[in-house]
Nanobody
Framework: QVQLVESGGGLVQAGGSLRLFCAAS????????MNWFRQAPGKEREFVAT????????DYADSVKGRFTISRDNAKKLVYLQMNSLKPEDTAVYYC??????????WGKGTLVTVSS
């Protein structure tokens, strides 16, 4: 079965950096666009970043542009989210998702990122 397993979350001070990882299995990884979403406490889940199947195109939510970078390694079936200049409002559970942004096929279980002020 398809599995998306996130890791790399944790506690970081404002202004710091974290790198999230998503390991995929059970799917033809190179056929899927990959995404990161997040859900803050008491809020709806929101889009963060997407990368095309080949890795040639990326897009970001306005709130993270210039601070976050999504990338992928199709040979290793990994997706990354490099997060710099973190803010307390970035605190959320971050989810990896396979498929188109508006039609996600598979979700991971999430990894918690906490940014202290």
């Amino acid at each position: 079965q398809v599995q998306l397993v996130e890791s790399g979350g944790g506690l970081v001070q404002a202004g710091g950096s974290l790198r999230l990882f998503c390991a995929a299995s059970g799917l033809t990884f190179s056929n899927y666009a990959m995404n990161w979403f997040r859900q803050a406490p008491g809020k709806e889940r929101e889009f963060v970043a997407t990368i095309s199947a080949s890795g040639g195109r990326t897009d970001y939510a306005d709130s993270v542009k210039g601070r976050f970078t999504i990338s992928r390694d199709n040979a290793k079936k990994l997706v990354y989210l490099q997060m710099n200049s973190l803010k307390p409002e970035d605190t959320a559970v971050y989810y990896c998702a396979a498929g188109y942004r508006n039609g996600v096929a598979y979700w991971g279980k999430g990894t918690l990122v906490t940014v202290s002020s």
